[in-house]
Nanobody, 121 residues
Framework: QVQLVESGGGLVQAGGSLRLSCAAS????????MGWYRQAPGKQRDVVAI???????NYADSVKGRFTISRDNAKNTVYLQMNSLEPEDTAVYYC???????????????WGKGTLVTVSS
């Protein structure tokens, strides 16, 4: 099993910044991808940003130029630097990790419990 622990959510005014962190621990042989999804009230969960091996990144169009995803491979930790926050960014942010737990095993997706980000206007 793999556990994901998120931190860094909170309340911020529009135009402000927050940094989310997520550390993965447990049976980890290889991490193929880490990232963040978000779910606003009454809406589906959508991808925000993903970082793959080789530091290949993918962002939702709505956050390009404002959010930056990064990863510390030694710590199995992913970060999301969120700048120029807008009220529309208000959501529960979920950490995502795609992990291979042993040699020859398939990759499994894991999710954190979520951290609330509230942006006031």
């Amino acid at each position: 099993q793999v556990q994901l622990v998120e931190s860094g959510g909170g309340l911020v005014q529009a135009g402000g910044s927050l940094r989310l962190s997520c550390a993965a621990s447990g049976r980890i042989f290889r991490v193929d991808a880490m990232g963040w999804y978000r779910q606003a009230p009454g809406k589906q969960r959508d991808v925000v940003a993903i970082i793959y091996n080789g530091d290949i990144t993918n962002y939702a169009d709505s956050v390009k130029g404002r959010f930056t995803i990064s990863r510390d491979n030694a710590k199995n930790t992913v970060y999301l630097q969120m700048n120029s926050l807008e009220p529309e960014d208000t959501a529960v942010y979920y950490c995502y990790c795609r992990v291979v737990s042993g040699y020859g095993l398939g990759a499994v997706n894991y999710w954190g419990k979520g951290t609330l980000v509230t942006v006031s206007s």
